[in-house]
């Protein structure tokens, strides 16, 4: 066994870090290992594989100590080319990992610094795309792909370099069940054929343990666990220790979660919001949703399901009015919501959007969460008043003064400062898109924990999600979408016993 | 910490695709802030020109990379807006818009951090606003032949102004910032901007003055609302990344 | 081109004829030439002939004028063309034989007075200026038609342009089209907090503005990182160096000719614009 990359005592430190990110590490891989690394956010994952190809430190500025050694180079003085085309790093984004028109050219231009003849290159564009099962796409802009398509590029346009180590930093977070599917489908099938070493990242616990024959814990920059997964399993409370989700919790998903006491509303038989038999056709001429009814009462807390291009988004875009239906009604506490202000929807509807960044305006905390009740012209001691209910609630005080500015939050606690500036209107319905992508598990419990209190309070929760988690444990009913319609509305004990919605839903259980 | 080692890197990849990406960005936001307050006859001057205040902070932040993601997305309104071949001239204007600042603090060696240690904000705001709109009176009296005094009345309230502005702030960032990155870029972007529009010959001659000073003093406005707060409130935050220009390019 | 820029604005419209088969270097010297020489010509009748080659241009290639977006555009352009035209009406002084309309409007008592006076001068100039303009704009609306991103990209490589200028111009093109859907997102993210876009004062839309420049930047920041990783990722060298160029674009017989054709015909007018003739003149003097 060759050792191929070799860490020696080695520390780095960004620019801006007050703290040491990896902090003497010492790690030996040899060739043909398929490492699973884990870790909570912000342990130093990305960092550890960004030091592998040499983006740290040739591309970085930062402080360094120690050496870290990849195929016989040493990553301080070594060409970036020479490492890069022989050693692939995948990224979690697959929006910003493409930048050509096509995905021709996009495979092609990694292909062109090896200096390769023209037909070689088209050779392997076209082997690299059978590869990854998407045959026939070469001329395929970027806007026509879904997420799992573009990250099955961004692995062909890696894989056609023929690298000698492949490292894959969270590749499915940002992805649907069915992407991730795909996804681990593709590595699955890189491992049996190919002789690569692999460094796999990721929070899909059970699939790291699946495929990887050796496991690193990562935390607070240094290597906490370097073994087999059956030497972990054997580390009783390490992955719980870490706020990583252990698969032992399995049975956690097969049955409903104890919910706690639910509440009990003035208007059980009146529905909150009434969808009426509507339909949506964007000015591109997609039908969104097609003649979809559904009613939903105070105090629900309801997970929206189904696959990607199902209109899920579309479908809570039109609970607030941001869109409006070509054909039906909508109805808010029993009137058109057509007949509502924004800023009067604002105080209903709370919307929380799947990247936090999107709904961020403000410099600090402060501002940040004031900013919805100075646009509805709330009076200032109230505005005080809530703020503090608020940052207290959702335990943002200590950032608050830890942090200056915005900027600085993890993306945890920025989308808890999204969901406190939406709570603090105090609206009976809050709505969240997605709040579990490219989350560790320990976050994705708080954020769903909190949300769990405000339902017992009274708040009807709408959550767009795909994670099996979240479903099984919090929401009480689901709605399924297929294809712009509505498949069913149905409490989730039901559902978790029916494996043919589950299947037309994308419904993967860990 | 004393034992770790210093790393520095040059030019990158990231200094591409950041200018690229500024590009688009400044261009989505002038196309729709040309849609939401065009200014006839001028195509391709809002009279918000909204946009403008993104070109000095990204000049200030990116350093040349900056200057061209102004020019490049200028070209590109330009483009949109039917100017053709011309766009590649015109758009000086707003190379030198970011450019007249950059220079200024790079030469007088301050720190573009305008918003470190700000003393007395809002104090501060209130005079810029009327310092803006002395110039704008000043800017009127140039072009009026015989309202002389009135010129050297505006100029002398101007000093005035600004020596005020230094006793409130004694920030050297703060004072070059108001004089090159607010005045010296509208200014010199105005007198550029208009001119060629007549050298092309878009803009009748006779127009010169009254387009000069309706893009200067639009300028004067955007950038002193706009520019002004987000330097305030960003540069901090954005010196701390790897892409942050301290010299020209990297 | 512009698949990326805008749906709303113009859209790149694939095409199997004459414009199609021409390499897209050859499209850029058109736009260009056709753009600055109605500027150099002086007689409106030469203009004129440079309008009808456009308008023939454009019928090449099919562009649906009549179509609705396209409608909205034309008449936001013609709009401004008309203002144009009346802004050289009024402030241009052209003395002429006919005048149609003098007045003088005093602003400063003896200091600021507004002179209007168009004669048949007057409206010539404006008529010209406005003429220049339209040529102009179907000029630029032939080069997003009839160029796709792609296209323009391969285009400048083949003339050995530096592939990390090209690499930058696709990486706009794919930031115009992220960042235009995120402005839009970011917009609606405001409007659930309560913020109204219509109707509101200037100041008010100016503090919307920063708001949404605040977000955007930082995307853009974010954005950089994860892209600029991925370039450096896949061994892509900054300075040129020797690389294979997998797409060629070679240039055929009919696009020598027609550059070869342009660039005479720029030269032509530039002579002719200085030694002070027209094209029509000396059209009428061979037949003289």
């Not at chain 1, 902090?23 to 990305?46: C, D, H, R, Y």
């Not at chain 1, 509807?349 to 646009?375: A, M, R, S, V, W």
């Not at chain 3, 308008?55 to 409608?71: G, M």
């Not at chain 3, 970011?186 to 876009?197: H, I, L, N, S």
Request: proline letters at 3%; a positive charge.
């Amino acid at each position: 066994m060759t050792s191929i990359i070799e860490f020696n005592n080695f520390s780095w430190k960004y620019k801006a870090s007050k703290n040491l990110v990896l902090n003497s590490i010492n790690l030996t891989v040899n060739q043909g290992e398929f490492i699973g690394i884990m870790g909570p956010t912000g342990a130093g994952k990305s960092t550890f594989c960004s030091c592998i190809n040499g983006l740290i430190p040739l591309r970085t500025r930062g402080w360094i100590k120690g050496t870290v050694t990849v195929l016989g180079m040493n990553t301080r003085t070594a060409k970036m080319t020479d490492l890069s085309t022989r050693v692939g790093l995948v990224f979690q984004d697959p929006e910003t990992q493409f930048i050509m028109m096509t995905v021709e050219d996009e495979i092609a231009i990694g292909l062109e610094t090896l200096n390769l003849k023209r037909s070689e290159i088209k050779n392997r564009i076209e082997w690299a795309l059978n590869l990854v099962g998407l045959k026939g796409f070469e001329q395929k802009s970027p806007e026509e792909l879904s997420g799992g398509q573009k990250q099955r590029v961004a692995i062909a346009s890696i894989m056609a370099m023929r690298p000698e180590i492949l490292i894959l930093d969270e590749p499915t977070s940002d992805l649907d069940p069915e992407g991730k599917f795909e996804v681990f489908k593709l590595l699955e099938k890189i491992r049996k054929e190919f002789q690569l070493t692999v460094l796999l990242v990721s929070h899909e616990t059970k699939k790291v343990l699946e495929f990887c024959n050796r496991i690193l814990l990562i935390d607070e920059g240094t290597i906490v666990f370097d073994g087999s997964s059956y030497q972990l399993s054997e580390q009783e409370g390490l992955l719980d220790k870490l706020g990583i989700f252990n698969p032992k919790n399995v049975s956690e998903i097969t049955l409903p979660g104890n919910f706690k006491k639910t509440f009990h509303s003035t208007l059980e038989n009146k529905p909150i919001l009434e969808i009426s038999n509507i339909s949506f056709t964007y000015p591109n001429l997609t039908q969104a949703l097609k003649d979809v009814s559904i009613n939903i009462n105070q105090g629900d807390f309801i997970a929206i399901i189904g696959k990607n291009g199902s209109g899920k988004t579309t479908l809570i875009k039109h609970f607030n009015g941001l869109l409006k239906p070509q054909i039906g009604e909508v109805r808010l506490k029993n009137n058109l919501i057509t007949d509502y202000s924004i800023s009067r929807v604002a105080q209903i509807i709370g919307f929380c959007y799947q990247n936090p960044d999107h709904q961020l305006f403000k410099n600090t905390i402060k501002e940040e969460i004031q900013f919805g009740l100075n646009n509805l012209k709330t009076p200032k001691d109230e505005i005080e008043v809530r703020y503090n209910e608020i940052i207290d609630l959702l335990d943002l005080r200590k950032f608050e003064e830890m942090y200056e500015s915005t900027f600085y939050l993890s993306k945890g606690i920025r989308q808890r400062l999204a969901l406190a500036s939406v709570l603090v209107l105090k609206p009976d319905i809050l709505i969240i898109d997605e709040p579990t992508t490219g989350q560790d598990f320990l976050m994705i419990k708080e954020f769903m924990n909190i949300l769990q209190d405000l339902n017992v309070k009274g708040h009807t929760i709408i959550i767009v999600t795909h994670n099996p988690y979240v479903i099984a444990n919090y929401s009480k009913e689901i709605i399924i979408l297929s294809e712009g319609r509505l498949v069913k509305k149905i409490s989730t004990v039901e559902f978790l016993k029916n494996e043919t919605l589950q299947k037309i839903a994308s419904f993967i259980p860990y | 910490m004393s034992e770790m080692e210093e790393v520095k890197v040059g030019v990158t990849w990231r200094h591409i695709v950041v200018t690229a990406l500024a590009t688009g960005v400044a261009a989505i936001l002038a196309i729709y802030a040309v849609i939401a307050a065009p200014v006839a006859p001028f195509p391709g001057v809002s009279g918000l020109y909204l946009a403008a205040a993104i070109y000095v902070p990204l000049s200030l932040w990116l350093g040349m990379w900056g200057c061209l993601a102004g020019y490049f997305s200028c070209v590109i309104l330009g483009f949109v807006s039917g100017f053709g071949a011309w766009s590649f001239y015109w758009s000086l204007a707003d190379l030198f818009e970011g450019l007249v600042p950059l220079l200024a603090f790079r030469i007088m060696k301050a720190d573009v951090d305008i918003g470190a240690n700000l003393e007395r904000k809002n104090e501060l705001y209130i005079i810029l606003a009327i310092l803006v709109i002395d110039l704008i009176i000043a800017a009127i009296a140039t072009a009026i032949p015989g309202l002389e005094i009135l010129w050297l009345v505006t100029l002398i309230i101007a000093v005035i102004l600004i020596i005020g502005m230094y006793i409130i702030n004694p920030s050297k960032s703060w004072l070059l910032y108001v004089i090159f990155g607010i005045f010296g870029a509208a200014i010199v972007s105005a007198l550029f901007g208009i001119s060629g529009l007549v050298f092309i010959g878009i803009a009748p001659p006779e127009s010169f003055w009254i387009g000069v000073i309706g893009w200067f003093a639009g300028d004067l406005i955007v950038l002193s609302a706009i520019a002004t707060p987000l330097m305030v409130a960003l540069t901090g935050k954005i010196k701390q990344t790897s892409v942050f220009v301290e010299n020209w390019f990297s | 081109m512009i698949s990326t820029l805008s749906k709303t604005f113009f859209s790149y419209i694939p095409s199997t004829n004459i414009m199609a088969k021409l390499h897209p270097i050859t499209k850029i010297s058109l736009v260009f030439v056709l753009s600055i020489i109605p500027f150099i010509m002086n007689n409106i009748f030469d203009i004129l002939i440079i309008f009808f080659m456009v308008i023939i241009l454009i019928l090449l290639t099919k562009i649906p004028l009549f179509s609705k977006h396209f409608k909205k555009v034309i008449i936001a352009f013609l709009s401004v063309n008309v203002s144009i035209f009346i802004v050289w009406c009024l402030l241009s002084e052209r003395e002429g034989s006919v005048v149609f309309f003098e007045s003088t409007i005093v602003l400063i008592k003896d200091k600021w007075i507004w002179h209007i006076l168009i004669t048949e001068t007057t409206i010539f100039y404006a008529a010209r200026i406005s003429l220049r303009v339209i040529i102009m704009f179907f000029v630029m609306l032939f080069f997003f038609i009839s160029i796709s991103d792609r296209d323009l990209i391969h285009g400048l490589r083949s003339i050995k342009i530096p592939f990390a200028v090209c690499l930058m111009i696709s990486i706009t093109f794919r930031g115009l089209a992220m960042f235009q859907n995120e402005y839009s997102i970011v917009k609606e993210a405001m409007m659930t907090r309560g913020v109204e876009f219509q109707k509101i004062s200037i100041p008010k839309k100016i503090k919307n503005f920063i708001s949404i420049f605040i977000a955007l930047i930082v995307l853009m920041f974010k954005k950089t990182e994860d892209m600029s990783a991925s370039i450096e990722s896949r061994g892509i060298p900054l300075r040129s160096e020797k690389r294979t160029v997998y797409q060629s674009f070679p240039f055929k017989k009919k696009d020598y000719f027609i550059t070869f054709i342009l660039l005479s015909f720029f030269a032509f007018s530039v002579y002719l614009f200085l030694i002070k003739k027209s094209f029509i003149s000396l059209i009428i003097s061979l037949f003289m």
